[in-house]
Every structure is written in structure tokens, then in C-alpha cells.
Nanobody, 123 residues
Framework: VQLQAFGGGLVQAGGSLRLSCAASGLTFSSYTMGWFRQAPGKEREFVATISWSGDRTYYADSVKGRFTISRDNAKNTVYLQMNGLKPEDTAVYYC?????????????????WGKGTQVTVSS
């Protein structure tokens, strides 16, 4: 299984970025997908998750209203649209896949992790 995240970069506060994560080696449409992030010196934290069908999404309080998770099962890809970025959003962002419901991903239980992509927000 491979989860390849890309789309990170350097952006000014208030700006936007769209992360993508392409999955291979699994039946993508059967997996709950999620995004996590890890800032320097901090533990990895949950950001957002989406059900296999895309009809249920959940967000961390810190990103609610600013970030949107979505997926395209035909392209085996999950996205994270990030608007209104803040310096505290600076972190390495990871995508994840899990065969269990969204509640599992929200608790940090994940079958597969992808390599991260760096997001840096300047003030």
C-alpha cells in the first residue's frame, strides 16, 4: 500500500493550499481516509476524516470552518482544501487509510500512513 501526499508549500497567513493524497495497493473506495499533522516538537494530531462513501466528514475543532476534506474514488485520491491558513497550521501533513469507520481514524487508529508533505504558513 502506498499513500503519496503532495501539494504542500510555503504560504502567507490567510492564504490557501490544497493537499492531495494518491492511494495505490488497496481498494480505495472501501477505506476511510484521514489527514493528520505534526508540528515541530508536538505529537501528531488528527485534522480531518472522510467516510469511504464521502457522505460523512469530521474535523478537529482547530480547523473546522477553514479546511475541507473530500475524495474522488474514481481517482483513488483524497484532498484537503485549506483556507484561511494560520501560522499555527505549520506542520508536516500526513494522509492515512483505515478499514474501520471514521470514529477509528478520529481516535488515531490507522492501518496505513503516507509520507508527509510540509506546510509552512508565514505571518
Amino acid at each position: 500500500v502506498q499513500l503519496q501526499a503532495f501539494g504542500g508549500g510555503l504560504v502567507q497567513a490567510g492564504g490557501s493550499l490544497r493537499l492531495s493524497c494518491a492511494a495505490s495497493g488497496l481498494t480505495f473506495s472501501s477505506y476511510t481516509m484521514g489527514w493528520f499533522r505534526q508540528a515541530p516538537g508536538k505529537e501528531r494530531e488528527f485534522v480531518a476524516t472522510i467516510s469511504w462513501s464521502g457522505d460523512r466528514t469530521y474535523y478537529a475543532d482547530s480547523v473546522k470552518g477553514r479546511f475541507t476534506i473530500s475524495r474522488d474514488n474514481a481517482k483513488n485520491t483524497v484532498y484537503l482544501q485549506m483556507n484561511g491558513l494560520k501560522p499555527e497550521d505549520t506542520a508536516v501533513y500526513y494522509c492515512a487509510a483505515d478499514h474501520r469507520p471514521t470514529s477509528s481514524v478520529r481516535s488515531g487508529r490507522v492501518d496505513y500512513w503516507g509520507k508527509g508533505t510540509q506546510v509552512t504558513v508565514s505571518s
